[in-house]
Structures are given as C-alpha cells and as structure tokens.
C-alpha cells in the first residue's frame, strides 16, 4: 500500500479532532509525561482523570516520589488496580534518582531500561519530551496499524509483534513526530475502537486495507488468549470497637504489599478460625471481583469482638486502625467497599 501521506493525515487530523485539554498533554517534562503513560497503561481516561491530578499534588516531582514511603504511593494508587504499576512507579522514580540525579534519560533506549518502563512507554516519552522519531505500539496504536496495513501476523507470536514495530517505524514522519505519536493514540481511543469502529470519521479510511475488506473486527490477530480461571475464598471483616483489623499481602502475588482483610481458604476455614471468639459473626454478601487473570468470589464475614474482649491469639500479624486510618493505607477495591469507603 502507499505509505506517502500516512502520517500527514494523521496529523492533521490531530490538530483539528484529536484530545488537546488533558492535564498531561501541553508540557514536556518527562516525570508528568511518564506519570501519565504509566497510569494510562490498561485503564481508562475517564478514571485517570481523577488519580492524575492527586498523585500530582502528593508527588510534584521524581524526587518527592523517590523519597515518599512505597505505602504511600499504593494508598493514592488504591482503587486504580494492577498495582505492579504503582511498585514500579516508585522503583523507577528511585532508580531516575540514583542513577540519573533526577532527570530522566534523553532518549528511548536508556529510559527502556528504567523500571516499568517498557519499548512503547519510553517511545511515547521520547516522543512528547525530546522529540525522538520513536515508534509506539500500545493496544490502541496495534489496532490502528494492523486494520490500516490489515496485517495478519498473530501477535501473540514475538516474532510477528517485532515485525509490526518495523512497519510502524516505517510510518514515522520525519517532523512532528509528537503530534503524530498522539493521533495515533487517539485514533484508537476515539474512532478506531475494538468494536463497530467509525471508519466514516477517520482520515485513513480510503487507505486502510480492513475497512476496505469491511472486516476491521478481524484485526489484530491474536490467537493465543489468556484463560481465565476461578478462584474462591473468604474475608474477615473484624471489628472492635472503632478499630478494624488490616493485615499486609505478601510481596508477591495478588494485591502484593496491599492492606487488606484476613484471608481463609474456605467458609469451612474460616468458620473453625473464630468458632471461639467471643463476639458475633454476619456473613455478608458475596463480592464478585474480576482480575487480569481469574475472576475472584469472596465470601467476607464480619465478626465483632466485644469492646473489654481479650484479643484471640491466633491472629495473624496486621493493625488495629480506625476507619479514617485504614481508609488512608493503599487497600484493594473490594476491600475499601467492604470497610465502607
């Protein structure tokens, strides 16, 4: 297909149509540009609208995020899900420090090397703040390119997926590479979207191989998907007083380092762990929570201690914190809802 006028439509295009008020978008220092991608990265920006502008204020700068406890970071992430996100937000932050005195690498292959930061997120940084000629390749950009050049290499396969980065490294133009970079994303967030695409609204309809074949659902092709499993377990919801009882996720695994509810195995588990507590217990309604790789069901009960109650001595290790406290610490969503935030 001709490539000539690729990128000149997409430009033009993002200067009449595309997003221009984003609270990230008109600035070129790398820490808001990185901050934005990193947060953008699975979610929504509707929701990233509202985390944005608070991790902004907590944190103004690498260094203050460097510097702030990592229990911190976690309690402003809360809600924003996959937290791998957030570790490695503070540990990239740490290692800009450390390594770099506080300023971000100029370019895409040095900040590739940074934590969390992987080749298309570090293409996108180049791109806004150094004007790099960098090829991104997010979910969004993937969809664009594969129905306009209407590839059919299956990216779950890396060595189709690298032959996609060549051709978008084709596509790059020789001037505006930002603005370029920036349509291509919007684009794929505002017209050329998974399903029922509005190829009628976009500038590369009379070039773009999928909508001429009226198969753009087709693209990309992707054959090995994730198998999503089931998982059932229990929650404790355990109150004295005024104080709720938190205990810390392991480093690794689901929730890793996250506040969160004592976890059985089981109803039968959990009924054997507090048969005898003084107090009372309510089971209350079943939580259905979905995650990236297995959708969760939580069976929480909740067990108030009498307030002069000996504490039971089989607890594991966690906190006794207020409401207002626990509300502060990083909790997963389900968690927060059930503590009544």
């Known amino acids: 297909m001709k490539r000539r006028g690729i990128a000149g439509a997409v430009i033009a295009w993002q200067r009449r149509h595309g997003r221009h008020g984003l609270p990230w978008q008109g600035t070129r220092e790398a820490y808001r540009v990185w901050l934005s991608e990193v947060m953008l990265q699975q979610t929504q920006v509707s929701t990233v609208l509202d985390y944005y502008p608070r991790l902004l204020a907590r944190f103004p700068d690498v260094r203050s995020l460097a510097a702030a406890p990592l229990d911190d970071v976690l309690a402003l992430w809360s809600g924003l899900g996959y937290y791998s996100r957030a570790r490695n937000l503070?540990?990239?932050?740490?290692?800009?420090?450390?390594?770099?005195?506080?300023?971000?690498?100029?370019?895409?292959?040095?900040?590739?090397?940074?934590?969390?930061i992987g080749r298309s997120t570090a293409a996108a940084i180049a791109a806004f703040c150094f004007g790099e000629r960098a090829a991104i390749l997010d979910g969004n950009v993937k969809r664009v390119l594969t129905r306009l050049l209407g590839y059919g290499g299956d990216l779950s396969l890396a060595a189709e997926e690298q032959r996609l980065w060549v051709q978008a490294e084709l596509l790059l133009p020789a001037q505006d590479v930002d603005i370029y970079t920036q349509g291509l994303m919007d684009l794929g967030a505002t017209v050329c979207s998974r399903r029922r695409p509005a190829c009628e609204r976009c500038p590369l309809a009379m070039q773009c191989v999928a909508n001429a074949a009226g198969t753009p659902e087709l693209f990309p092709v992707k054959t090995r998907r994730l198998k999503r499993s089931?998982?059932?377990?229990?929650?404790?919801?355990?109150?004295?007083?005024?104080?709720?009882?938190?205990?810390q996720r392991p480093e690794r695994g689901v929730w890793a380092g996250l506040w969160s509810l004592p976890e059985y195995h089981d109803v039968v588990a959990l009924e054997a762990a507090v048969q005898a507590w003084p107090g009372e217990g309510e089971w209350l309604p079943v939580v259905e929570h979905a995650l990236t790789h297995f959708d969760w069901t939580l069976q929480p009960l909740r067990w108030t201690l009498p307030a002069r109650a000996r504490l039971p001595g089989d607890l594991p290790d966690g906190r006794w914190l207020l409401l207002d406290e626990a509300l502060a610490m990083g909790l997963p969503a389900p968690v927060r809802k059930l503590l009544g935030g």
């Open 90 to 116: 503070h540990r990239c932050a740490q290692a800009v420090v450390a390594r770099h005195g506080g300023n971000f690498p100029g370019n895409s292959v040095e900040l590739a090397t940074l934590p969390g």
């Open 230 to 247: 089931r998982r059932s377990n229990t929650l404790l919801c355990l109150q004295r007083g005024q104080r709720h009882f938190l205990v």
